[in-house]
């Protein structure tokens, strides 16, 4: 099959294939978020029609995603197999040294849900998918009820977080290739950390007793600080996406479908289960911004596993200079 073959090297026909794989996965990435987080504005006055708790608007929120998330793993396994949709028979193309033979079982593809890096990077993507699947949704309303806008005004600004998450996953993905992915992904938590962080201070009015009486004062986000965090945690995430799959592109070169399959389904099902337990956190405490202080304790999880399992182990600087006797310099 034609568009399955690559031509060698760094040839001009290969540049052209690898830049128009490149457009139409983002376009169809685009479109299909387009589709997918239409449901976070239509659900606000379903929400109202329905009587709904903030949990039951979670779960609502929450199916599609899990709808989505449940065929990921067949599908990132039948995409081995050279299956695809119309659009990318014309316009993508596929390396055969991704192809998995068709003596490889169903079941030898899922043995790697053994593996801890798997299981590893399905923590990682649960934040930056997950994670941004469930802000997308949750943000709208969050916006409604927080600052008291008009739902078109809050679908705007949450605009500003999801639109980034979409689109920048390429240059996420190129910073992957220049600088590795264990580095991107590094930074990525950190600063996810740090947003986190501020996002989830509550509105707070305190009072203190002054030489001229008390004195009340206020603390928190006002909403175009929030939108520049938001803004800032999307762009993170987009590149997360993309250091991601490029961990596994260089660890599982050969069974990328299956394992991006497993590590997608994570992603997705973080993204189903967040939005109810965002809802049941609200329900419980009463406090909006909780929904940014589970997201923060997840993050912290990300940054211990990683730390033990990828910092610990990378050689010091000049650490290997030092260890080479000087008669040897």
Known sequence: MANAMQPPGDS???????????IVSTFAFTVCFMVWMMFGVIGIPIKKMLNLNSTQFGLLMSMPVLTGSLVRVP?????????????????????????????VKFTDQLRAL????????????????????????????????????DIRVAALL?????????????????????????????????VSWICL?????PQT?????????????????????????????GICWAF??????KYISDDYPHNIGAISGIVGLAGGMGGFILPILFGALMDLTGIRSSAFMLMYGVVWVSLIWMYFTE??????????DAAVPAATR
Request: charged share 10%.
């Open 12 to 22: 001009p026909q290969r540049t052209r294939q690898a830049w128009s794989v490149l």
């Open 75 to 103: 599908l990132g396994i039948w995409t081995d197999m050279l299956g695809t949709l119309v659009l990318f028979w014309l316009f993508s193309y596929s390396d055969p040294a991704h192809l998995v033979p068709s003596s």
């Open 114 to 149: 053994k593996d801890p890096k798997v299981l590893k990077y399905c923590q990682y993507y649960s934040i930056v998918f997950g994670g941004y699947v469930a802000l997308s949704l949750w943000m709208v309303q969050y916006y409604v009820g927080e600052y008291g806008l």
């Open 158 to 190: 949450a605009a500003c977080f999801s639109l980034p998450g979409g689109v920048l996953r390429a240059i996420g993905g190129m910073l992957s290739d220049k600088y590795g992915a264990h580095s991107v992904t590094w930074w990525v938590m950190w």
């Open 197 to 201: 962080f501020l996002l989830s201070y």
């Open 205 to 233: 009015d305190f009072t203190i007793l002054t030489v001229n009486g008390a004195k009340t004062f206020h603390l928190g986000l006002n909403v175009y600080a929030f939108t520049g965090l938001m803004f800032l945690l």
């Open 240 to 245: 997360g996406k993309a250091s991601v799959f």
């Open 311 to 320: 910092v610990r182990r990378t050689p010091v600087m000049g650490s290997q």
